[in-house]
C-alpha cells in the first residue's frame, strides 16, 4: 500500500471515530455511566446490573457506526470523492483529473468482471497501480494549478530581467568598491533566481504536455483492458500492461520529483535574492 494510501485510511478512520453519529454514542456512553443512570429492568433484582454496563450495550453500537462509516468511505473513494477537485481552480486541469477518475472506477470494474479469484487478485495488482496513476496525476494537476495561480511567481517573471537591469545600470554608475561588491553579488543572485524562475517555467511547460499524454495512455489502458480475457491474465500481452501502468506510475512520480526540485531551488535563491536586495 503507497504512503498516500496509508494517509488516506488513516484519515477515513479517524473521521469515522470523529464522526457526528460517533460523538454521539460516545457522549452517550458518558452521561449514562458518569450520571449513573440505571439500566432499565437489568438494574433491578435479580441481576441487579450497575450503570456501568451501559458500555456493553453501547460499545457493539459505535462500533457498527465506525464500521459503517469506514465503508461508507471506501464507496466514496471508489468514486473519486477521495480527491478535493475543488481545489483545483483551472477548468482544463480540473477536467483531466475527473476524467483519470472515470477511467479508473471503469477499469477496476472491468477488473471485477473475470470469474476465478486467482485471476481477480492478479487483476486487482493492476488496480493498485492504476490507483498510483491517478494519484500522481491528481498530485501533478494540483502542482500545476498551484503555478499558473502563483501570482508572485508570475510577477517575478515578468519584474526579475528589469531589476536586473536596474542593478547593473547603478553597478555601472558606482564608483565605491564594496557597493559595486554587493551589487555584483546581487545581480549574480537575481540571474540565479530568474534561471531557475525559468527552469521551472519549461518543468510546468512539460509537466502539462506529459499530463495530456498520460491522459490518452490511461484511456488506451481501460481499452486494453476490456480486450483482455481469462486466458490471457497470464499472457504476455497483460505482462505488457503491467509494465505499461508501472512505466507511467514511474514517469509521473518522476516528473513530480523534478518540478520539486526546480521549484525548491528557485523559491531558496528568492529569499536570498529578496535579502540581498536591499530595496
Known amino acids: 500500500m503507497g504512503n498516500w494510501r496509508r494517509r488516506a485510511l488513516g484519515k477515513l478512520i479517524l473521521n469515522a471515530v470523529l464522526g ?3 460523538a454521539f454514542i460516545i457522549a452517550a456512553a458518558i452521561i449514562l ?6 439500566i432499565p429492568v437489568l438494574s433491578e433484582p435479580p441481576l441487579a446490573l450497575s450503570p456501568v454496563w451501559w458500555l456493553a450495550g453501547l460499545l457493539p453500537i459505535w462500533l457498527i457506526v465506525v464500521g459503517l462509516s469506514i465503508a461508507q468511505g471506501f464507496v466514496s473513494n471508489a468514486l473519486g470523492e477521495a480527491f478535493d477537485l475543488d481545489q483545483i481552480r483551472n ?17 477496476n470494474a472491468a477488473a471485477t468482471r473475470f470469474a ?15 490507483d498510483e496513476w491517478v494519484h500522481n496525476i491528481y498530485t501533478l494537476a494540483s ?5 499558473q495561480s502563483d501570482r508572485i511567481i ?5 519584474d526579475v530581467p528589469a531589476s536586473i537591469n536596474r542593478l547593473k545600470e547603478r553597478l555601472r554608475a558606482e564608483d565605491d568598491p564594496s557597493i559595486k561588491r554587493e551589487l555584483e553579488e546581487t545581480i549574480r543572485r537575481r540571474q540565479a533566481q530568474y534561471d531557475n524562475l525559468r527552469k521551472l517555467e519549461s518543468a510546468m511547460d512539460r509537466a502539462d504536455l ?8 490511461l484511456g488506451t489502458v481501460y481499452s486494453q483492458m476490456l ?15 503491467r509494465e505499461n501502468i508501472v512505466a507511467q506510475v514511474n514517469a509521473l512520480h518522476d516528473a513530480l520529483v523534478a518540478m520539486e526540485e526546480v521549484y525548491g531551488n528557485g523559491q531558496e535563491l528568492f529569499i536570498r535574492g529578496q535579502s540581498n536586495l536591499g530595496g
Do not use: C, W
Not at 143 to 147: I, P, Q, T, Y
Open 227 to 241: 480486450l483482455l480475457d481469462a486466458k490471457e491474465v497470464d499472457s504476455s500481452k497483460a505482462q505488457r500492461l
Open 33 to 38: 455511566v458518569g450520571l449513573g443512570v440505571p
Open 20 to 22: 457526528r453519529r460517533s
Open 210 to 217: 506529459q499530463l495530456e499524454n498520460t491522459l490518452t495512455a
Open 91 to 107: 477548468t482544463t486541469l480540473r477536467a483531466n483529473v475527473r476524467q483519470a477518475l472515470i477511467y479508473r472506477q471503469r477499469i
Open 154 to 158: 508570475q510577477r517575478d517573471l515578468r
Open 116 to 130: 476465478d479469484s486467482g485471476m481477480r487478485h492478479r487483476m486487482r495488482d493492476l488496480v493498485d497501480q492504476v
Open 143 to 147: 502542482r500545476l494549478d498551484a503555478f
